[in-house]
């Protein structure tokens, strides 16, 4: 399963809301994981189940879809939220991660 | 509190294996499976393989299969990867990682092939 997420980079200025897509290349059900991933440290999981927040990570980032389509809502961008996030989809072997967005400071 | 704490550093010359571990403690072992996933630099994540850490079971990606090996050793809570023939591209931040959904991560081990 093909994972595509978009997009690549955003730039979006602190407080502002950020809206990331993924997209896989069949359905994954809710099989779908977001991780957020700063430089030098290992990604950290914050969504799986497509919607189900993991332990410790804030209110504001919510996850949403199911089958192909999936979106990461970042609700007000935290100067600690800019990094690199990647959706994996654990449905069917072998499990593949998409190829990340990046998100900056505007 | 779980922890997946990973061995140190390697280089190794083209050609070579490399073996990888991951220490696991905070939960029980067989209760969930291992990935490994590796990040070339400047790179994305690319899932390798996973091991049942039950039954010893392994599904392993198509681009690794006949190089990667996976074995658990239950009594250390202890996955170990085995990664032979080494190229230049195989050069990358390896992380093994818990559960179907990775919930957990160790810290990484750079392996570094260079002749």
């Known amino acids: 399963i093909v994972m595509t997420q978009s997009p690549a980079t955003m730039s979006v200025s602190p407080g502002e809301r950020a809206t990331l897509s993924c997209r896989a290349s069949?359905?994954?059900?809710?099989?779908l994981a977001w991780f957020q991933q700063k430089p030098g440290q290992a990604p950290r999981l914050l969504i799986y189940g497509a919607s189900t927040r993991a332990t410790g990570v804030p209110a504001r980032f919510s996850g949403s879809g199911s089958g192909t389509d999936f979106t990461l809502s970042i609700s007000s961008l935290q100067p600690e939220d800019f990094a690199v996030y990647y959706c994996q989809q654990y449905n069917k072997w072998p499990l593949t991660f998409g190829p990340g967005t990046k998100v900056d400071i505007k | 509190q779980v922890k997946l704490v990973q061995s140190g550093g390697e280089v190794k010359k083209p050609g070579a294996s490399v073996k990888v571990s991951c220490k696991t403690s905070?939960?029980?072992?067989?209760?969930?499976?291992i990935s490994w996933v590796r990040q070339a630099p400047g790179q994305g994540l690319e899932w390798m393989g996973w091991?049942?850490?039950?039954?010893?079971?392994?599904t392993i990606g198509q681009k690794f299969k006949g190089r990667l090996t996976m074995n658990t050793d239950p009594s250390r809570s202890t996955v170990y990867m085995d990664l032979r023939s080494l190229t230049s591209d195989d050069t990358a931040l390896y992380y093994c990682?818990?559960?179907?959904?990775?919930?957990?991560w160790g810290q990484g081990t750079v392996v570094t092939v260079s002749s």
């Open positions: 990682a818990r559960g179907w959904y990775n919930e957990y």
């Open positions: 069949q359905s994954v059900v809710s099989n």
């Open positions: 091991i049942s850490t039950y039954n010893g079971n392994t």
């Open positions: 905070g939960y029980n072992f067989v209760s969930y499976g």
